[in-house]
């Protein structure tokens, strides 16, 4: 089992970003032991200070993960074919537990979400966009974004979704929930309805997001789910026994149509677009 993911910016924890994404896709699909290699390249005219600093945060990164990772030496160098530096990983997964069962033979299932929507999204705001954040929040602010660093990778929402019997677990990732619920459309051959209200979006999320008219629910995810079962408020309490906490944000449909609800007014999911962090660049 493998997975790739490239991630752009101007932070130094690119790698771990990219990590994250192949890390809980690969977890997902019932990988339990990873190992991973990163290409770095950074503009032509960007001083190699910075690529160096990427590589060496890509060495020291394996040892303060929540899993093991073995890790290959990066590689990487000047590109005149970049604008902004990027990280290119490809990580390697061992099965160790049975896949996700397919939803198409369930009649009935909820759909629940598991972590935060645009967490991992607003994390990279906050470092891309450092000086204003100090410039316009609080530090107890700033603390409380920076205490969420670690949730980006969901391997425990993994394992406590296997050992709760949630049949279908589904990485979030680029795109955001709104493309993560597309996707489980598309897998399941089913419509779906969610309500907008319901899906987690921490507070700081919200702030930062709409500092830079930034939609939370199409802005990448790494670190949430998106689960289905056959009672979801069942299914949330065998989550918490498993200090999992999920919400029921919605269900599967027998017919075609993909719905999201607003309180009282209702609306056709639109066909997944860019993914809402590209919004930082194109304002400069």
């Not at 619920?181 to 700081?204: F, H, M, N, S």
């Not at 209702?266 to 400069?284: C, N, S, T, Y």
Request: proline share 5%; charged share 30%; net charge negative.
């Amino acid at each position: 089992m493998t997975e790739t993911a490239i991630v752009y910016g101007e932070q130094g924890d690119l790698g771990r970003y990219a990590l994250a994404h192949c890390v809980n896709a690969l977890a997902a699909g019932g990988a339990e032991e990873f190992s991973a290699k990163a290409v770095f390249q950074i503009p032509a005219d960007q001083e190699n200070t910075f690529l160096y600093e990427l590589k060496k945060k890509w060495r020291k990164m394996a040892e303060d993960l929540p899993f093991f990772l073995d890790i290959s030496e990066p590689e990487g160098g000047k590109c005149p074919a970049v604008t902004l530096p990027c990280a290119l990983v490809t990580a390697a997964g061992e099965p160790g537990v049975k896949g996700p069962e397919s939803p198409r033979r369930r009649e009935s299932m909820d759909i629940l979400v598991a972590g935060h929507a645009g967490l991992e999204g607003m994390l990279r705001i906050s470092e891309e966009r450092r000086g204003l954040l100090r410039r316009r929040f609080a530090p107890s602010f700033l603390r409380l974004v920076e205490s969420a660093q670690d949730r980006v990778f969901g391997t425990d929402i993994v394992r406590g979704a296997r050992r709760a019997g949630i049949p279908v677990i589904h990485h979030v990732g680029a795109g955001g929930v709104f493309k993560a619920l597309w996707d489980l459309a598309a897998v399941t051959g089913r419509g779906l309805e969610a309500d907008l209200k319901k899906i987690p979006v921490r507070q700081e999320t919200i702030e930062v997001c709409e500092l830079f008219h930034i939609n939370p629910y199409q802005l990448t995810s790494a670190g949430c789910f998106l689960l289905a079962a056959p009672d979801g408020e069942e299914a949330a309490e065998r989550l918490a026994r498993q200090q999992v906490e999920a919400w029921v944000i919605g269900r599967l449909r027998r017919d075609n149509d993909k719905i999201i609800r607003n309180g009282e007014d209702a609306r056709f999911l639109d066909r997944p677009g860019m993914d809402e962090i590209w919004k930082l660049w194109q304002e400069e």
